[in-house]
């Protein structure tokens, strides 16, 4: 029989407090993962995300939407991590910088979607 380990792929929290050590967590029983679904959690923060892409190569969907202490050392981890991400969403993520972007769009030649609206980032950045 299957354990969760090995079958779970999509993983979403949206709305729930989160931590660190809970992502961390996530990413040691769950590393089959391609989708999490982070929307609106409070609590979610740069070294949480990090430790859960760490173990979870294979995601190719994560939504932080809303998640407001996200800053590049997150997307920098992403970015090093999930070479196969495909859809990136950072609404109302304003810690973002186009540095940060410019790292996701060199390491992640799959990427399709990315949501920034609310982030602060301009086109000219872009």
Partial sequence: MATLKETLTLLKLDGLEV????????GE????LVEIGLSKCSGVTDEGISSLV????????IDLT?????????LDS???NCKMLECLRLESCSLIN??????????????????????????AGL
């Fill in 54 to 61: 760490a173990q979870c190569s294979d995601l190719r969907t």
């Fill in 78 to 80: 992403i970015a090093d």
């Fill in 66 to 74: 809303c998640c407001n202490l996200i800053t590049n050392n997150a």
């Fill in 19 to 26: 931590s660190d050590s809970l992502l961390q967590a996530i």
């Fill in 98 to 123: 186009e540095k940060g972007l410019k790292r996701i769009a060199t390491c992640c030649p799959n990427l399709k979607e990315i949501d920034l609206t609310d982030c602060g980032v301009d086109d």
């Fill in 29 to 32: 029983s769950c590393n089959k």
